[in-house]
């Protein structure tokens, strides 16, 4: 392997990809939470009707979850900084542009082509840079990034509001498009290490991560084809990095990811109509947005607390996190105090942000190099994005053929319960790994996160030199 200078550790400038990361959060869940208070000021101004206008937004958000394979694809063969600088200064403009606009048509198309595919080079590929500089204190790193999002849904919509008060909604969506330039500041703090992590090859096969040569087999073996067809193929399956999907590993996690989006998108849709419909006012049902973003917030503190001091398995932590989520969930439509809803809303606000933290870790460590996380965390965005659209579909579906949001919320209880079952399948995985795996397998960097849960052991090597990438 080749020699690690001493001087390494992990972390430093990493730190400053954090607080772009942290940025990114704070900055778009913001603005998605802010165009929820702008959207009947915009209905009025626009002369349409309301779905019109919340679909624009809807789009806004879903087009990164579309996009997020092609994004990582071009983050692989060229500057990851430069992506996300052009796609920091799309996002703002397209603000900006909604706001001067008069026209429906150029409102979708500022928000859902300008702003969403800017936002699409930045959000992945900015949280893939953490992987060329975390792996120990990862789940103390995306805790810190991850809080941006909390902290963003519960700022933006009273400040919004006073905005729009004060100047209208176009000057309040041309503030907003100010603030959304700050991800090409963002994009500045990007760099690559010269050092990351790499997985350690068995050295019983004579390959790399990213050899060329099949397991087992020489060069001399391997012989090109000569398939057009087969050609073409092999290249559209590396660019995109469908390798992703012959993996268990991955597999099982970008499940527990689309179980997690279903239940997810369900919350921010119906849990303020749900508190309406069990008798809250308009004003108490309000604030139960906050509790869940105070309670999100406190779920990744303890998560990241308990993973980076050693107390719990990511797994373990993960099961507990989806099981206490899935009970608050069942009980959303039967509690009808104010007190009771706004608890059990923090209660579950609280197991969903252990559990993407948890998700989040387990994806980091996932057999393949840190050159390809972005591609992993692309296909992981998209598979959840379908599945949370899907799930929105039925939910909504559901609400509608009973009246009550009885059988919605089960169904988000069923989705995060369902995540036991993935871990269920992950423990029979490992406990049915080789022996000759599992003697590399309570890896050096990460033993408390994963004891007994990978059989994938990973060491510090030196990055290639990536002429495309920007210093």
Do not use: N
């Given at each position: 392997m080749t020699t690690v200078s001493p001087s390494y550790r992990e972390g430093g400038w990493g730190w400053a990809v954090v607080l772009a990361f942290f940025m990114l959060q704070f900055v778009f869940f913001g603005i998605l939470k802010a165009l929820g208070v702008l959207i009947t000021s915009m209905k009025e101004d626009f002369g349409t009707k309301l779905w019109v206008v919340g679909s624009i937004a809807s789009l806004h958000y879903a087009v990164q979850f579309i996009l997020s394979p092609l994004a990582a694809a071009l983050a692989r063969h060229f500057s990851g900084r430069i992506l996300i600088l052009v796609g920091g200064t799309f996002y703002g403009v397209g603000l900006v542009v909604s706001a001067l606009t008069h026209s429906v048509a150029i409102l979708a198309l500022a928000l859902v082509v300008i702003a969403g595919i800017g936002v699409t080079f930045v959000m992945e590929i900015t949280h893939a840079e953490l992987a060329f500089y975390f792996r120990e204190k990862y789940p103390l790193a995306i805790f810190i990034a991850l809080t941006g999002s909390p902290?963003?849904?519960?700022?933006?919509?009273?400040i919004t509001q006073v905005l729009v008060d004060t100047y209208g909604w176009r000057g309040a969506m041309l503030l907003l498009g100010g603030v959304g330039f700050h991800l090409v500041v963002g994009g500045m703090l990007i760099r690559r290490p010269p050092i990351s992590y790499q997985a350690v090859p068995d050295h019983e096969e004579q390959?790399?991560?990213?050899?060329?040569n099949s397991p087992g087999k020489s060069k001399e073996e391997v012989k090109p084809n000569k398939s057009k067809i087969s050609n073409l193929w092999n290249s559209v399956?590396?660019?995109?990095?469908?390798?992703v999907f012959v993996s268990a590993e991955f597999i099982?996690?970008?499940?527990?990811r689309m179980l997690y989006n279903i239940g997810y998108g369900g919350v921010v849709v119906y849990i303020v109509p749900n508190g309406l419909a069990l008798g809250l006012s308009t004003r108490e049902a309000s604030f139960l947005t906050t509790a869940w973003g105070v309670g999100n917030l406190v779920g990744l503190v303890l998560c990241a607390l308990a993973l980076h001091v050693k107390w719990i398995s990511v797994r373990s932590a993960e099961g507990i996190a989806v099981s206490v989520t899935a009970v608050g969930l069942a009980l959303e439509p039967f509690v009808f105090p104010f007190v009771g809803q706004i608890l059990t809303t923090f209660v579950v606000g609280s197991g969903m942000g252990c559990a993407i933290e948890g998700i989040f870790v387990m994806t980091r460590c996932l057999p393949f190099g840190d050159d390809k996380f972005v591609s992993v965390l692309g296909w992981q965005t998209f598979l959840s994005g379908v599945a949370a659209a899907i799930g929105d579909t039925v939910s909504g579906w559901l609400s509608d053929a009973t009246g009550s949001f009885h059988a919605t919320f089960f169904l988000?209880?069923?989705?995060?319960?369902?995540?036991l079952l993935c871990l269920l399948v992950d423990a029979i995985r490992i406990s049915s790994t080789t022996e000759s795996s599992k003697q590399r397998g309570p890896a050096v960097l990460m033993p408390s996160l994963f004891k007994r849960d990978s059989s994938t052991s990973f060491g510090r090597m030196l990055i290639q030199p990536n002429t495309n990438e920007a210093q």
């Open positions: 902290v963003g849904i519960m700022l933006y919509g009273p390959l790399t991560i990213d050899s060329i399956f590396s660019v995109l990095c469908l390798e099982i996690v970008a499940t527990m988000y209880s069923a989705t995060m319960a369902a995540i």
